[in-house]
């Protein structure tokens, strides 16, 4: 998918929250079945083929910047695959409920000129994700002052994962 002089800078990492409904069904599923063994039965069926289609939707899932744009790939009877370039985004937001704040995890919601608009559920990296974008198209604007302040605080964000234990590699642009 990548043209020549393109490369791959930054993923977006799937949280292990993508798996909670059908963990939750299948735990149903075997409670029911203590009392009514055939509802328990069923409900087992629904978990696992929920189960299958979650794994399916981890396979496919994509969201990765590049130098140049913003490549998603989502979906699974209709697959999307969408390609922005940078100049042509105008926000990377975060959507993220009480679970995303307490297990770490947020939707990744781009927004292109006109009425696109993509959403990717349970990146695990969103905030860096989002951060690393910004710093790309501050570098290209110009925007020195906003660029140091960038710095100073992924500074600040990699020393505190190193005293957590939680050491990141370095970007180099």
């Known amino acids: 998918m990548l043209v020549s002089g393109e490369e791959v800078l930054l993923v977006g990492k799937l949280h292990g929250a993508i798996y909670w409904k059908p963990v939750v069904i299948l735990l149903f599923a075997m409670f029911v079945s203590l009392y009514v063994p055939m509802f328990g039965l069923i409900f087992g069926f629904v978990g696992l083929i929920s189960l299958c289609i979650t794994v399916l939707i981890q396979h496919y899932l994509l969201l990765a910047v590049t130098n140049k744009r913003v490549l998603a790939r989502y979906g699974l009877l209709q697959m999307d695959v969408v390609d922005i ?9 975060l959507e993220r409920m009480l679970p995303g704040h307490l297990f770490g995890y947020a939707n990744v919601v781009v927004m292109g000129t006109g009425q696109r ?55 180099s642009k």
């Not at 370039?85 to 937001?93: T, V």
């Open 85 to 93: 370039r940078l100049s042509k985004i105008e926000s990377i937001d």
């Open 117 to 171: 608009v993509i959403r990717i559920p349970y990146i695990a990296n969103a905030e860096s994700f989002r951060r690393f974008y910004n710093e790309m198209v501050l570098a290209e604007e110009g925007n020195e002052e906003v660029e140091e302040n960038l710095k100073a605080e992924r500074d600040e964000d990699e020393k505190d994962n190193s005293k957590n234990g939680k050491g990141k590699k370095s970007r």
